[in-house]
């Protein structure tokens, strides 16, 4: 069974992140985005029980590297890094375009029979990939499981959408995307670590994919962007038994009541 999973190197949650030309800022603090951890974890699981390799794929600058080092850490066998400056301003409709035709080219050498994605990036959190990619793709699309079941001919997943509690199953090849609920991501050790160093990552520019300039062309674009302002402290008040009377003059006020 051949598994690709796609990967994306974003900005700490924890730091501090801001727009620069329209872009999120990049720095020495990115690291792989934490849904796609899952992903990395669903897609190595599932090589280790059916039998099986997993290719890493990323679409980002030089530093997307450090994401494919991470993934294989945790145990994929090998890395494809779509390089290209004319990327920089992707948006989901280009980046799924450039991902299929980039595991069109991984397909090349053995057939692909699974996709997986995590559920969304922590820096756009448009969830739209996965979607965007399984249409690209022209594959059957399971989306946010919480659990993942596969024989090697089919996928099923289970995934709870609006309190319903959902079971559905597809033939492969399809396109698989992960909650956090899906599974706990491993900790690579040390061994995995050094063994990370000596897998390859292959580089694919956009003339490698067949596509030029009219096919990554971005159909959104960013007209301002501003820092979000300071949250004003809140009201305290000591409750002397006249807290409630308080609220309620507070809520008649802004005419929330």
Do not use: Y
């Not at 700490?12 to 620069?20: A, P």
């Not at 951890?37 to 190595?44: I, T």
């Not at 290719?55 to 290209?84: C, K, S, T």
């Amino acid at each position: 069974m051949r598994i690709v999973v796609a990967v994306k190197h974003v900005p700490d949650v924890q730091s501090d992140r801001s727009i620069e030309d329209g872009h999120i800022a990049r720095g020495a603090d990115d690291v792989l985005n934490e849904l796609d951890e899952n992903a990395v974890e669903a897609a190595v699981s599932l090589a280790e029980e059916l039998g099986g390799s997993v290719v890493a794929l990323a679409m980002g600058p030089d530093d997307a590297e450090d994401a494919l080092r991470r993934a294989l850490q945790m145990g994929a066998d090998e890395a494809v890094h779509v390089l290209d400056d004319a990327l920089a301003a992707a948006d989901v409709p280009v980046t799924a375009r450039v991902l299929a035709a980039a595991v069109k080219v991984i397909a090349e050498e053995a057939p692909v029979d699974l996709v997986v994605t995590g559920m969304g990036t922590m820096d756009g959190l448009t969830s739209m990939l996965p979607g965007a990619l399984a249409e690209a793709l022209g594959l059957p699309a399971l989306t946010l499981a919480a659990e993942v079941a596969c024989d090697g001919q089919s996928l099923t997943i289970t995934r709870t959408i609006g309190g319903a509690r959902e079971k559905l199953r597809a033939p492969l090849p399809a396109l698989l995307s992960v909650t956090d609920q899906a599974n706990e991501p491993r900790i690579p050790n040390f061994k995995s670590m050094m063994a990370a160093k000596k897998k390859p990552i292959q580089v694919l520019e956009l003339a490698d994919l067949e596509l030029g300039p009219q096919d990554v062309t971005p159909s959104t674009a960013v007209i301002a962007a501003a820092a979000r302002t300071a949250r004003e402290a809140g009201i305290v008040v000591t409750d002397t038994g006249q807290s409630g009377a308080q609220l309620v003059a507070w809520l008649k006020e802004r005419k929330l009541v």
